[in-house]
């Protein structure tokens, strides 16, 4: 039989941003700007607020007569990212504490490398799809939110806070840009997120986002898909500027790095400081 010659291609994982040549980099869990352990505060207390915010709002709904509005609220775009940023940043903080104790990125040194790859697309998500949220809501739904002070609260802190601490990991951590085979994914999520869209209108009988509703007779289908290939433009310029914006800071921090006094790793070229 006839051996087919493997081809030098790199392994998934790495164009996905797991690169085992990047291991001892720890840029996930690390700052060019704040020591492991101040950074790792700075997450958690990220995550806490977006979690406190999550189960308050479902507090407020189901005391006022809202218990609907609890379970249909996985429907929306919103609160879906606004859950993803809520585990990210919890996530992230148990990283970056295990490399502050230790210098070593315990977890990530012990899981299969496939997650290490999906950890890289979930930060893709987390500084991206927040922007997408934020200029959807203000450009386009931009409902009466400031007549009540929880109304106000709920939606400043859902859409845009969020867009804060999607730009607060764009700036302080040690990443490297985005790899480009995240980006098919981003549009995969979003089709899948119209899917769910329109599962839930024949399941629960609404719309969770007015833009998509084609009318009772379809008169509106093509501002729907209007709407849907603006999203899909926003994405792709979403995805370019917060990659460059990467891109800039890696050139202007010239790498460096706050490391944990207990690494015992120097990689060539970063700043070995603590």
Known sequence: MLKIKRMGFPPFTSLLGA????????????SWLLPPLPYAILRGLIALYIFVTIFFIWGWDGTNGNHDGIGQSFSFFTWLTYWGLGFYHTFACIHTTCYALTGRSVLFDRWPRGLRA????????????PFLVTIVFWAILHPYWFDKTF?????LSQHGLNSLYA??????????????????????????YVSLAYLTYHTEGFYTYSFLDPG????????????????????VIIFVLTWCVIWVRRKLTGGK???SKFDRERPIGLDGQV
């Open 19 to 30: 690169d085992s040549s990047c291991d001892s980099q720890h840029n996930f869990e690390t």
């Open 118 to 129: 999906l950890h890289s697309l979930f930060y893709t998500t987390i500084t991206t799809f």
């Open 151 to 155: 109304t106000a609260w709920s939606n």
């Open 167 to 192: 730009i607060l990991e764009l700036i302080l951590p040690a990443t490297n840009p985005h790899p480009l085979m995240t980006f098919p994914f981003l549009v995969f999520f979003l089709l899948l």
């Open 216 to 235: 009772g007779h379809g008169q509106n289908r093509a501002r729907v898909a209007a709407y849907c290939f603006i999203i899909l433009a926003a994405i």
């Open 257 to 259: 790095v706050k490391r």
